[in-house]
């Protein structure tokens, strides 16, 4: 499950560091067993970046090959201070790094984001419902 949380026009990601490889990553994770998708993106929100969010509508959902099925969320509603929590502080080392990034949303399919591909289209979805909830 990914979160795509929005705000004046850029979108919130990690920038991972681990094992001195860079790469991008989507705000999310895993649903525990017994929770619901919604249940499971507020309590990865909450964990990662300390926002409470109320959900947004569902961007997409699409299976990964091999893996799993990943239902994409939008945020436009959130509170708190940022700050990384839950097993990415608990493990956050010089070698393994968790930082955050606000994205521009027009560079988001030109990255390497972690669960991808993002492309232009997600990118047009996005900006076409973060207009209809801000």
Known sequence: M???????????????????????????GGIEPGETV??????EAKEETNYDIVLGPLLWQREQPGEYREFAFLVTLFSGELALGGPELATQTLENQHIFQWQPLDELSQIDLFPGPVTAGHVARIRELAHSFT
């Open 38 to 43: 919604a249940e499971a993106a507020i309590r």
């Open 2 to 28: 990914s979160l795509y949380i929005y705000e004046n026009g850029r979108i919130l990601i990690f920038r991972r560091i681990k094992e001195n490889r860079a790469y991008y990553v989507a705000i999310g």
